[in-house]
């Protein structure tokens, strides 16, 4: 059973993360309560970060569903063009849900969709000029914000915690 010495590295920065930790220690000693510590904290941070971007992206005139799909043409590169199914793998959505997108997204001027060159019965999905031009403002202001979270760790810091949460992330993709 993994057990942390009380306060070893941190002293009082304990938090009520430490204190569920604690608890189940004290009513179950019988089980290794020491994925509360990461585990929690990771869905507490989640549901935390997905609060700051929804107001950040509301303030900016959109959403994340949009968003992710129009930074999903924007990063495939020039000419910005992609399938909608191609959009509904890389988003990791159903094609049934990335119809609503994009008929949001194309509502609303951001994109449009063609017949695909050869190919009558098919479509692309394309960033218009609009669509284009709010993805990169939203992005850089996004970027901006949510780096300016990480600020308090130095760079090494970030690169490790990139490093350990990639690896946990790949692990948890595989066996999860």
Do not use: C
Not at 6 to 22: K, S, T, Y
Not at 53 to 76: H, I, N, Y
Not at 147 to 164: C, G, H, I, N, V
């Amino acid at each position: 059973m993994n057990v942390p010495p009380e306060d070893a590295e941190f002293p009082g920065d304990r938090d009520d993360v430490d204190e569920i930790e604690a608890a189940w220690r004290r009513e179950r000693p019988d089980l290794d309560a020491s994925s509360i510590g990461v585990l929690t904290r990771i869905r507490r941070i989640a549901r935390l970060l997905d609060r700051h971007r929804t107001r950040l992206l509301t303030e900016l005139g959109t959403d994340s569903s949009t968003l992710d799909l129009l930074a999903t043409l924007r990063r495939a590169g020039p000419p910005y063009r992609l399938t909608p199914t191609e959009l509904a793998d890389r988003t990791l959505i159903t094609t049934g849900a990335m119809s609503q997108r994009l008929m949001k997204a194309e509502s609303s001027g951001w994109i449009r969709r063609e017949a695909a060159t050869g190919d009558a019965r098919s479509i692309v999905v394309s960033l218009t000029t609009d669509g284009f031009e709010l993805v990169e403002r939203v992005v850089g202001e996004v970027l901006r914000s949510e780096q300016q979270l990480l600020d308090r760790f130095t760079p090494t810091e970030q690169a490790e915690l990139a490093a350990m949460l990639r690896r946990f992330l790949a692990d948890v993709r595989t066996h999860g």
